[in-house]
């Protein structure tokens, strides 16, 4: 009985194990995470400039809901159109305003 039970716990020992590895390839966690652990970056001095640099993506899909074509163009027309009313009242430190890109595969 001891044996059978020491069997099953080892067996849900190696299945969360292979679940981890698993979760960690899937996500290439392999790749980035030991060298992003172990690299130290010193903070910097208290009168020192830093540079902080921001990135927001809008998840935009034109094609949502079975949209025709003729729909989606629409969409991203009137998207580009608003782009610039929702965001140029927006300024970096230079006074320049935000800087993007549209992409869509």
């Known amino acids: 009985m001891r044996v059978l039970i020491l069997v099953a716990l080892v ?8 679940g981890v590895v698993h979760a960690f390839r899937r996500r290439a966690m392999h790749l980035w995470l030991a060298p992003y652990l172990t690299t130290r970056n010193p ?4 009168d020192s400039c830093v540079d902080v ?6 998840h935009f899909e034109p094609a949502w809901g ?40």
């Not at 067996?11 to 292979?18: E, H, N, P, S, T």
């Not at 640099?53 to 809008?58: E, N, R, Y």
């Not at 074509?69 to 009242?89: C, N, P, T």
């Open 66 to 105: 079975g949209a025709s074509r003729a729909r989606q163009r629409a969409r991203v027309e009137r998207w580009i159109d608003s782009y610039g009313d929702l965001f140029d009242r927006f300024r970096d430190s230079s006074g320049r305003p935000p800087r993007h890109t549209f992409f869509y595969p």
């Open 53 to 58: 640099f921001l990135c927001i993506a809008d």
């Open 11 to 18: 067996g849900l020992w190696l299945a969360g194990v292979g």
């Open 43 to 46: 903070l910097p001095d208290a």
